[in-house]
């Protein structure tokens, strides 16, 4: 079984509070090698409001968390009983386990957020091999040279007309090989 990525439906405005309490309760019951990532999709937006440019965080789906895990019985039932959560997205009720996203629904909320499918913390590192999959570059096996963190960017060593070349492309145009 593969780590996927599901929505979880939340009562709205407590988003941040089941994130903690989901990431608590999997830690607490040993279910790290499971429950994995757990992310409340927001955006920047600026609003001018009296002529005045802010930068604010709004919640790109009110009500919802997404969260990156492996579905197994017991997962799904620390999810499903964590306080706030009232199910699954893609569940048809009655203790069915509900549809994962698909890696391009993931990809485009991810990427929103300036973020990838891959936990940079825990799976990136120089040396690593990794797929191109967006970009001038799309297509192509690279090596990371080195991380950027901080502007989202890394740069690659691919193979271009049989010369080693470095190459600099955003996190979310990169799996894991």
Request: glycine share 8%.
């Amino acid at each position: 079984m593969e780590k996927q990525w599901y929505v979880v439906n939340t009562y709205s405005g407590h988003e941040n509070k089941v994130k903690e309490k989901l990431e608590m309760r999997a830690e607490s019951m040993g279910m790290e090698d499971y429950i994995f990532r757990i992310i409340v999709p927001e955006e920047k937006v600026i609003e001018v409001k009296d002529g005045v440019q802010k930068e604010k965080i709004k919640k790109m789906f009110p009500g919802y968390i997404i969260v990156e895990m492996i579905m197994t019985d017991e997962a799904w039932y620390i999810v499903r009983n964590t306080p706030g959560v009232t199910g699954f997205i893609g569940s048809s009720g009655k203790g069915a386990k509900p549809t994962p996203l698909q890696p391009y629904e993931v990809d485009k909320i991810l990427a929103n957020m300036g973020m990838s499918r891959m936990d940079v913390d825990k799976e990136l590192k120089e040396g690593i091999k990794v797929n191109i999959i967006d970009g001038p570059f799309k297509g192509m096996t690279g090596v990371v040279d080195s991380l950027d963190l901080p502007n989202n960017k890394i740069n690659l060593i691919v193979d271009l007309f049989g010369q080693e070349t470095s190459v600099e492309v955003e996190l979310s145009q990169i799996q894991k090989a």
